[in-house]
């Protein structure tokens, strides 16, 4: 009654029962003309292709992301610990607002009884045996992403653009809004958010002469990843994994939906 094309009753009913009709909803949005009334000829399955698309290529750039999170960890924690020591994210004068230093150093508690509470060996080790005081590198490695973003970006400058600039071989200023734009990029994917199709609450700064290529779609998380990704093999699979995905959902998507330029390829 609302214009779409079913072309086969049984397959729908049932892909709407393991998908749910308010989820399965949110990528008929796209196709309406006006209010609950579809384009004409649009179908059932391509609808569904979409959501089988964005199911996967969700579960590919959570991948990506993950992986690169726990580099960051790594860099960060480690050169952070020798430009400091290894308890220096104890201390405020480490950082540049004392406020942000604090409420950090607040939610981190709250991490650390989350992490002893799921019996993370690590947690109840340096709880027991170094009085709940805990190194830098274990410190984010019980940290989210947004925390780790948070730590980041209030790190004092000089420090902060050693370990931007050794390690990316880009300012501070660019490497914290990207680890912003991957920690909230990284949650949507976590939630099972819809990406196809969805403009991010994001604003991302890269350089000028790469501007252009820059959306609120998940391309642009994706650029990110390229460019601070440091096992380079991995990002290669990933590139591979991606070209091979949208092969097969070439002709029920629209690849400008998720930010991706015509030429996509020459840019990761």
């Known amino acids: 009654t609302r214009g779409l094309v079913i072309e086969d009753e049984s397959f729908a009913i049932a892909s709407l029962k393991r998908i749910g009709y308010f989820r399965f909803k949110g990528y008929c949005l796209p196709y309406y003309s006006s209010k609950d009334k579809f384009k004409k000829g649009i179908t059932f399955n391509q609808i569904y292709q979409n959501y089988r698309f964005d199911e996967r290529f969700r579960l590919l750039l959570f991948q990506i992301i993950e992986h690169v999170e726990i580099e960051l960890k790594s860099v960060i924690s480690r050169d952070f ?7 220096g994210f104890y ?48 410190a984010t490695e019980i940290s989210d992403f947004g925390s780790l973003s948070k730590f980041f970006s209030n790190i004092k400058r000089p ?25 909230i990029t990284r949650n949507i994917c976590a939630h099972n958010g819809r990406v196809y199709d969805r403009i991010f609450p994001i604003h991302t700064k890269m350089p000028t002469k790469e501007n252009h290529l820059t959306n609120n779609r998940a391309f642009t998380a994706i650029l990110i990843c390229k460019k601070i990704c440091l096992d380079k093999e991995y990002f290669s699979l990933f590139r591979k994994n991606l070209k091979t995905l949208i ?9 400008r939906k998720v930010g991706f330029p015509e030429n996509w390829e020459e840019y990761i």
């Not at 420090?159 to 660019?174: A, M, T």
């Not at 092969?247 to 690849?255: A, L, M, V």
């Open 247 to 255: 092969d097969i959902y070439e002709k029920f998507i629209d690849i």
């Open 81 to 87: 610990a020798l430009g400091t020591s290894s308890t």
């Open 159 to 183: 420090l902060r653009n050693k370990i931007s600039k050794e390690n990316y071989n880009v300012g501070s200023f660019y490497l914290a809004n990207w680890i912003y734009v991957l920690s």
């Open 91 to 138: 201390f405020p004068e480490n950082f540049e607002k004392e406020e942000y230093h604090k409420s950090w150093m607040e939610n981190f508690k709250k991490l650390i009884f989350q992490s002893a509470k799921r019996r993370e060996l690590y947690t109840n080790h340096y709880i027991k045996n170094y009085d709940n005081v805990f190194p830098v590198w274990v």
